[in-house]
């Protein structure tokens, strides 16, 4: 089987308005079908890399961007890039559980009812194929019409993973999903990741080391808007090449 | 032990002064309530007046007050709401902002008898709509406008960013952002602050003094070009220029006014508190 | 399909955004019109007489120092029971009030402020001023006293919400830092809270003061609409007439285009002048504290 990239990003650097610089020469290949975690110290960038991704930094006070992300051999970039399109094929999930003001149900059917698609019997197929997926299925499949907002935190948040599904997206990228939630809802979202896998390219901020080291098929090390290790994620976590990698994972700063 | 005393003494203070600022509020409603519901019957509220205003009811003035409620939110609600998604939704802090946000501060303090000066220089002659419900509704409207681009535009903006976020990164576009989640979670504020400005519309008697009132009127207005008798402007006349007016009526005509005036601020009063409850964020 | 969505997309942001501008054009218009039937005066009206003690429109005279007088005391005199009253209250309704009486309080006040100020003119000339007649032994109720103090109770609504909710930001750090360091709350209220709230408080008292000098009606009613000089604290007691008021007052019976008419428009350009004036201040101070509230914040 031949692994493919599914996203090459060539030389990216990202300044922000107000002068900090976010990025720096970033030049990373994402494999197809497996997860990617992108971990360290806070400040390090990764966010800033995810938002460049479905291009949602267009919305924040970017100042310059350059270099290439090339998704399928195609550049996102380029100010032709359709960006709905984009974001349709790049789903996200966003640290804090953000649930639309809406049904469980509504939730679900609002990115396919974005593009246009009205037929009920197709919404519904959606919405349960990817509630599903995210293994929230068996907790919510006879109340799809209750506010979403009634849900709780770990299950909000696995709505979120499926709301990004619905739209049956080829890539998800997730920021710290399991932030803010208990052990057992961690434990379901990292479950959902691991099946989800085979079917997806997934990008990953981990929110601990622990979950960098459980999750990852492959790691990449962020420090300061640099790119310091890249590599498999067996080998980045027990036999780091680099010393700034193998303090953070040690421990000795963080 | 004196920081103790001053601070007793200046609450009490306060409170008198609080007391003395409220019970006036309640006074004045309670007052006119109890001088006014005498004058208030079924043919009051339901049949033209007589004898030059002195008897009979005050059907004509309370339908001429609709319509210019009508006509002024037929003007400046779309106009009003248009403009704070603008505020809230598309516009960045430019100097060209900054303007309009100056314009808007600056329509809110333009006396309201110069609204009128400027209805009557416009609509009336330069237009040559007359003295009419038009000229007088399209007068309200810009001075209704500024209180309702600025509840509508707070209203807005009290909507999550987070949501704006979520829905474009699943392939919303800016307005189908705004269409599908910012306006229908905005609507109770907006609501609120729409009929809030509609009651001040409703109560005020100088902007329409010289473009759309009249006083003796054969017939209801037939058209959007005839003038309209309105409560405010009545209440006025009967209070000021005509003699011998039976004091009952003319409590009367206050109570309706005030009733019509209560009367919504209750309306946005609970649509506010309920939305507060069923609110999903 | 997505074409079309996006082409109805691109009328309505455009029709969005011409409407953001719209207020912009409207100050304009107003302004515009309010110059072209107003400057004219100064062609017809020697300056030496527009600005004479004497408004007999009927015999040509025209001057507006009178009404300028008469808004000026009644103004004052309504700054004068605003500030303290609507200062006062709104420290208790934020500081002092217990919980539900806040919940009470506030609706009420704004209850006063949407009240139709002819509703309180009327009851101003039926039941306040003959009392004020009686209780200060006057000739008449119609004065300046009774138009400041019916104006100072329509501006307390505004200078009370503005207030209030400017002294409701303050954080609650702040008094909590004083309570820490042993001041009484009156002592907090006075030298920490009402301090950190003063941009806001300030802009509250001039929009009170910009609501009294744009007031019509009510004024109208209970002033006694006499133009003469008010220069001494006497005048408080004697009939006055406002700008607002001469306006309201004469121009139903002028002829468009005569003199009259066009100095009643002159007055209304200034006091759309005197407006904006008041607005760029209060917008301006409330920019100055923003811009040093950032400061202290970062």
Request: proline share 5%.
């Amino acid at each position: 089987m031949v692994v493919m990239n599914k996203i090459v990003i060539e030389n990216l650097n990202l300044q922000y308005a107000d002068g900090t610089e976010s990025l720096r020469h970033i030049n990373i290949d994402i494999r197809e079908n497996a997860i990617t975690v992108l971990f360290g110290p806070a400040g390090g960038g990764k966010s800033t890399l995810l938002r460049c991704l479905n291009r949602l930094n267009d919305l924040t006070e970017v100042k310059t961007v350059s270099g290439r992300i090339l998704i399928d051999g195609k550049d996102i970039l380029d100010p032709q890039t359709d960006t709905i399109v984009l974001r349709r094929k790049v789903g996200m999930v966003f640290a804090r559980p953000v649930v639309l003001p809406m049904s469980i149900y509504q939730n679900l059917s609002y990115g396919l009812e974005l593009a246009g698609e009205k037929r009920s019997s197709v919404l519904y197929e959606a919405a349960e194929r990817s509630l599903k997926l995210a293994a929230l299925w068996d907790e919510v499949k006879d109340r799809l019409d209750d506010p979403a907002i009634a849900l709780s935190g770990g299950q909000q948040q696995r709505l979120c993973l499926a709301r990004s599904l619905a739209q049956q997206p080829e890539i998800i990228l997730l920021d710290e999903p399991t932030s803010g939630l208990d052990p057992i809802s961690t434990g379901k979202v990292e479950a959902a990741l691991q099946e989800l896998k085979r079917n997806y390219t997934i990008i990953l901020v981990p929110h601990s080391i622990q979950q960098a080291a459980r999750t990852a098929d492959y790691a990449a090390f962020f420090l300061q808007g640099e790119l310091v290790e890249y590599g498999e994620g067996s080998e980045l976590f027990t036999k780091p090449k680099e010393k700034r990698t193998e303090d953070y994972v040690t421990g000795r700063f963080g | 032990m004196n920081r103790h005393l001053s601070q007793r003494l200046g609450f009490s203070l306060l409170t008198m002064v609080a007391v003395f600022t409220v019970v006036p509020i309640i006074g004045v409603i309670v007052y006119i309530f109890i001088q006014g519901s005498p004058a208030i019957s079924w043919e009051f509220l339901t049949v033209a007046p007589r004898a030059g205003m002195r008897e009979g009811g005050i059907l004509p003035a309370i339908i001429g007050t609709f319509y210019l409620t009508i006509g002024t939110a037929i003007f400046s609600v779309p106009l009003g709401i248009a403009a704070a998604v603008y505020l809230s939704e598309y516009s960045a802090d430019t100097r060209w902002t900054r303007l309009i946000r100056l314009a808007i501060i600056n329509l809110a303090g333009i006396p309201s008898v110069v609204y009128g000066l400027f209805g009557l220089g416009l609509f009336v002659l330069f237009l040559n709509f007359g003295t009419s419900i038009l000229s007088a509704s399209l007068t309200l409207s810009i001075m209704t406008l500024p209180v309702i681009i600025s509840t509508a535009e707070e209203a807005l903006r009290a909507v999550p960013q987070a949501f704006r976020t979520v829905s474009i990164s699943l392939g919303a576009t800016r307005w189908q952002t705004i269409r599908r989640i910012v306006l229908p979670q905005a609507l109770p504020g907006i609501l609120t602050g729409v009929i809030l400005g509609l009651e001040r519309a409703a109560g005020e008697t100088a902007p329409i003094l010289f473009t759309g009132a009249a006083f003796f009127l054969p017939r209801l207005p037939g058209s959007v070009f005839d003038a309209t008798m309105a409560l405010p402007y009545h209440l006025f006349v009967i209070s000021t220029q005509v003699p011998e007016m039976p004091i009952r009526i003319q409590y009367g005509t206050a109570l309706v006014l005030l009733v019509f005036v209560l009367g919504m601020n209750l309306i946005a009063t609970v649509i506010r508190s309920r939305a507060r409850a069923r609110r999903q964020w | 399909m997505k074409s079309e969505l996006t082409w109805q997309e691109f009328i309505i942001t455009r029709a969005i955004k011409a409407s953001g501008y719209s207020a912009i054009v409207f100050v304009a218009l107003i302004f515009f019109f309010l110059l072209r039937e107003g400057l004219p005066t100064l062609g017809e009206v020697p300056l030496t007489t527009l600005f004479s003690d004497r408004w007999y429109p009927i015999e040509d005279y025209f001057g507006i120092l009178p009404l300028i007088t008469g808004s000026l005391i009644v103004t004052v005199g309504a700054a004068l029971v605003a500030i303290p009253f609507g200062i006062g209250t709104a420290i208790y309704i934020a500081e002092i009030a217990p919980r539900w009486m806040r919940e009470i309080l506030k609706p009420l006040v704004e209850l006063l402020g949407g009240l139709p100020s002819v509703v309180l003119g009327f009851l101003g000339i039926l039941v306040f001023s003959p009392w004020l007649r009686v209780f200060l032994d006057l000739p008449t109720g119609l004065t300046a006293l009774t138009g400041s103090l019916l104006l100072g109770g329509i501006a307390v609504p505004t200078v009370v919400s503005v207030a209030e909710d400017a002294l409701d930001t303050v954080p609650r750090a702040y008094r909590e830092g004083a309570w820490a360091l042993g001041a009484t709350r009156w002592q907090t209220i006075w030298r920490v809270t009402l301090p950190a709230a003063r941009s806001g408080v300030l802009t509250g008292v001039m929009l009170g003061v910009g609501r009294a000098i744009g007031e019509t009606m009510a004024v109208m009613m209970v002033t006694g609409n006499a133009p003469v000089l008010a220069l001494t604290p006497g005048s408080l007691f004697s009939p006055v007439r406002t700008m607002t008021a001469t306006i309201a007052a004469e121009m139903g019976e002028v002829a468009s285009g005569s003199v009259h008419y066009h100095t009643l428009f002159f007055i209304g350009m200034m006091l759309f002048l005197i407006s904006l004036a008041v607005n760029v201040v209060a917008s301006a101070v409330v920019f100055q504290s923003k811009k040093r509230a950032e400061r202290i914040l970062s």
